[in-house]
T-cell receptor, first 110, second 116 residues
Framework: DAKTTQPPSMDCAEGRAANLPCNHS???????VYWYRQIHSQGPQYIIHGLKNNETNEMASLIITEDRKSSTLILPHATLRDTAVYYC???????????FGAGTRLTVKP | DAGVIQSPRHEVTEMGQEVTLRCKPI?????LFWYRQTMMRGLELLIY????????DSGMPEDRFSAKMPNASFSTLKIQPSEPRDSAVYFC??????????????FGPGTRLTVL
């Protein structure tokens, strides 16, 4: 029961932007949107998180709609090493039980 | 920054044997989490500690599983006796809990357990 909906898979051409959508229509006002990714056989890697403002770091940008019911993770220049399963998670500050769901399998192609 | 350290990385054992997985959290973090990942169930939280105290163990599957955190820099997850259905990848994560924002969890590389 992950509270988020993501497409099961997406492809992206190397060097192009990868835009990964996530729906979280039942998000509460105090819940943050987190993104992690898991490269094959590795532990989940934190990417970015936000509450309502758009966020950017060295890895990615996070765009959250004004009503906060959906968000998009943007990898500006995807590389082959960005091929992974990407998880969108919503959680409140006091809730440590992160529900990962099935995620989106992103394949970056040459 | 060494990140979360887990050992062993791979463990193969026979049914009925005791298995101990180990985790060293990131220095300065005060919360530690044990997760299990399988193809069927995905990533599941088993137990988490705050300041070395178990806070929520509702995800621990049964009495064969136990976890300890004797100090801030070490935790163990023990399975006794192990069964084939325990085969999975076990991840440890840590975070710093105490600020006004959420607490980002950072994961270790995992231990791949195979019970024959």
């Amino acid at each position: 029961d992950a509270k988020t909906t993501q497409p099961p898979s997406m492809d992206c051409a190397e060097g192009r932007a990868a835009n990964l959508p996530c729906n979280h229509s039942t998000i509460s006002g105090n819940e943050y949107v987190y993104w992690y990714r898991q490269i094959h056989s590795q532990g989940p890697q934190y990417i970015i998180h936000g509450l309502k403002n758009n966020e950017t770091n060295e890895m990615a940008s996070l765009i959250i709609t004004e009503d906060r019911k959906s968000s998009t993770l943007i990898l500006p220049h995807a590389t082959l090493r960005d091929t992974a399963v990407y998880y969108c998670i919503v959680r409140a500050p006091w809730n440590n039980d992160m529900r990962f769901g099935a995620g989106t399998r992103l394949t970056v192609k040459p | 920054d060494a990140g979360v350290i887990q050992s062993p990385r791979h463990e193969v054992t026979e049914m009925g044997q005791e298995v101990t997985l180990r985790c060293k959290p990131i220095s300065g973090h005060n919360s530690l989490f044990w997760y299990r990942q399988t193809m069927m169930r995905g990533l599941e939280l088993l137990i988490y500690f705050n300041n070395n105290v178990p806070i929520d163990d509702s995800g621990m599957p049964e009495d064969r599983f136990s976890a300890k955190m004797p100090n801030a820099s070490f935790s163990t997850l023990k399975i006794q006796p192990s069964e084939p259905r325990d085969s999975a990848v076990y991840f440890c994560a840590s975070s710093f809990e105490g600020g006004p924002s959420t607490d980002t969890q950072y994961f270790g590389p995992g231990t791949r357990l195979t019970v024959l």
